[in-house]
């Protein structure tokens, strides 16, 4: 008799709908299980499945969903949470409930892995790299940024040297769904030798891998993901996009040719490991995470339910300081 295909619920964000961000890990996941895909709001409890939906699947796979939104969850199926380093609170009492609960994590920024496995929440550290493509270098007096909310086109100018750059091609406004959007996308940045990544801190960093993927010479935020593929000056440039008073980024055309071989080089050894290393440990750690789930023992549900106000406290805390700064 042939064995069941375990069933995943995949829970993402309606945001992501638009720019397909997860659809590479949905498509991993379907490779080993059953795989139904549901968007919710990310803030509003409504949305999330009951435990009567929750029920029919083996686990719950939840793509950037807040664990403090993943409540309903709790008692009912194991839980692996992929959170983004671009949206990490480091609220430690909430991660801290996750544990307790059972749940796990796969990480695609070492620094957030770091920080799961400081409150010794089981957490898989992976890094994601796009399939190869023909080398693309593009022109290196042209640079090219989306500018999508972090780095600015005066950011950008601010930091690109006249003498190297002629033309700076900005895009703006958040990805539109379809295939045209895509490839005028993809045009636009193709012609261009530089991009400038345009997030201060990336969850997996799809824009500025792609770019790498492609022979550009990376212009990136020294801060996470960026700093964990880039090496400066070596196939890319990190700088402190920050420092309001930072120098201009000093680069020879031979250099950026330099850079962008190794950056293309960077991103096809990555792809192999992500293929040969991490997907395969992707799959063993979801299967892992539903043979060895156990529910909550009577201690842990009285921890859970006492750490609720010291969680909400912190998320606030965490608010006001991003009102205030």
């Not at 749940?103 to 994601?128: C, Q």
């Not at 045009?187 to 792609?210: N, T």
């Amino acid at each position: 008799m042939p064995k069941r295909k375990r069933k995943v619920l995949f829970l993402d964000i309606d945001a992501h709908k638009s720019t397909g961000s997860s659809a590479f890990f949905v498509e991993l996941l379907r490779r080993r299980f059953y795989v139904e895909c549901l968007c919710v709001r990310n803030r509003n409890d409504a949305t999330m499945p009951g435990r009567d939906v929750v029920a029919d699947f083996d686990c719950v796979v939840c793509w950037q969903v807040n664990p403090g939104n993943a409540r309903a969850l709790a008692w009912g199926r194991p839980v692996v949470h992929v959170p983004m380093y671009d949206g990490e609170t480091f609220n430690r009492v909430k991660w801290l409930r996750t544990r307790f609960q059972g749940g796990r994590a796969i990480s695609f920024s070492r620094h957030e892995a770091y920080f799961l496995k400081r409150v010794n929440l089981r957490t898989l550290d992976v890094r994601w790299f796009p399939k190869s493509c023909d080398f693309a270098p593009g022109n290196p007096r042209k640079a090219f940024l989306w500018e999508r909310g972090g780095v600015t086109e005066d950011d950008a100018r601010r930091i690109l040297p006249d003498g190297l750059v002629d033309e700076v091609v900005i895009r703006r406004g958040e990805p539109k769904p379809g295939d045209d959007s895509r490839r005028d996308y993809l045009g636009q940045m193709s012609g261009c030798g530089i991009f400038v990544a345009p997030r201060l801190r990336e969850g997996i960093g799809l824009s500025f891998l792609e770019a790498m993927a492609m022979g550009k010479c990376v212009v990136a935020n020294k801060d996470g993901t960026m700093d964990e593929c880039i090496e400066d000056g070596k196939n890319g440039v990190l700088v402190n996009f920050a420092s309001k008073a930072g120098a201009k980024i000093d680069l020879t055309a031979d250099e950026m040719g330099v850079m962008q071989r190794n950056a293309f080089e960077t991103c096809r050894k990555g792809r192999d490991r992500w293929e040969g290393e991490f997907e395969p440990a992707i799959l063993d750690f979801v299967d892992a995470a539903i043979k060895e789930y156990r529910p909550m023992s009577c201690l842990s549900r009285i921890a859970w339910w006492l750490l609720l106000p010291l969680h909400f406290l912190w998320d606030i805390k965490t608010l006001l300081y991003n009102i205030c700064r």
